[in-house]
């Protein structure tokens, strides 16, 4: 009679997946904060250049060919935030003569509406320059966000503070790469005009004692023409190209603790210069809501216009009326 052996069968367990390091913040343990930047309502087409421009600022952290229909509401991005994860919103819009910026975190809030009082493009900032400088890998990296004049310890400023330090990831400068710092961002507020002025720089080094053409030469690899001169000594100590005093300012230069590029190497100082690439905006926060465009108004500005109000009720009447979205509508 034939024995049967009763084996119990193990359990198989499916190893429960990890969250990919490349959507999680290594500073916070969060998941890397993401962003979608779009318009209400029409836009015109500088404005629409705007968009193209914080899209580009935003990155690598953004949907950069983001694509909007007419048909497109508010829920409409709020459903493909969540898969996606999407955190904050950046939301253009204009009503009369008035442009604005809506930043909020989702899917609940808050959000910060931003009255636009003046804005360049990033397109006019860099004709405006005698030498732009855009390097081809400026925006694999996210931006470095400073905050100055916030601390007044007034809560619609501290709640600014949050929304903004949240916007992009963290960094600990213990373990952060100094190659991977090349954007800035910077907000400032002033406390007389009550107006913060955004602005966006590249950050660039330059090792102190060293001429601009033997760095050149370092970066570019170029042969250079010493056809013109009588010895070689002549390439590194030619009159205008041996000195440089704006480097050499002590207030103006680091020691570095790594070797960032291949003329800038560790323990030796090198100058940080910052150079605008754009956008630039002067801001006006005039609301503060509880929850996502919409809530509770926490802080208004007493001088808000009537045609922000206005515009708040058109955005509704056009949520109300759109037709169904869904997510084919919106293409990353």
Do not use: W
């Not at 990033?122 to 601390?151: C, E, T, Y």
């Amino acid at each position: 009679m034939a024995r049967f052996r009763n084996k119990k069968k193990a359990v198989f367990v499916k190893p429960a997946k990890k969250q990919s390091q490349q959507n999680v913040d290594h500073v916070t343990g969060d998941k890397i904060p993401r962003s979608f930047v779009f318009s209400r309502l029409k836009l015109p087409a500088t404005l629409k250049q705007l968009q193209a421009d914080l899209r580009k600022m935003m990155l690598p952290y953004t949907a950069l060919n983001l694509k909007e229909k007419k048909r497109n509401n508010l829920r409409d991005f709020l459903n493909v935030a969540g898969p996606m994860g999407v955190t904050h919103f950046l939301m253009l819009s204009k009503t009369g003569t008035s442009p604005y910026l809506r930043v909020a975190r989702t899917p609940q809030g808050p959000t910060l509406t931003f009255k636009i009082q003046q804005y360049s493009l990033a397109v006019d900032i860099i004709k405006s320059q005698k030498h732009p400088r855009v390097p081809k890998d400026l925006f694999k990296n996210s931006p470095l966000i400073v905050l100055s004049g916030f601390g007044t310890g007034e809560q619609h400023l501290k709640l600014t503070t949050i929304m903004f330090q949240n916007i992009f990831p963290a960094i600990d400068i213990n373990t952060v790469k100094l190659s991977s710092c090349q954007r800035i961002v910077l907000l400032n507020y002033n406390k007389e005009t009550k107006l913060i002025d955004f602005r966006h720089y590249s950050i660039r080094l330059q090792p102190v004692g060293v001429s601009r053409r033997i760095r050149k030469f370092v970066q570019n690899h170029n042969v250079p023409d010493l056809r013109s001169l009588q010895d070689v000594s002549d390439f590194i100590t030619k009159a205008g190209y041996g000195s440089e005093s704006e480097g050499d300012e002590e207030a103006a230069t680091v020691s570095l603790a790594s070797d960032v590029g291949r003329v800038n190497k560790a323990s030796t100082k090198s100058a940080v210069k910052l150079q605008e690439i754009g956008p630039r905006m002067t801001l006006e926060l005039i609301k503060i809501e509880d929850g996502l465009c919409a809530g509770t108004v926490i802080f208004g500005n007493s001088g808000e216009k009537k045609e922000q109000v206005e515009e708040d009720e058109e955005k509704d009447d056009d949520e109300d009326d759109a037709s169904k979205g869904s997510e084919d509508d919106m293409d990353e």
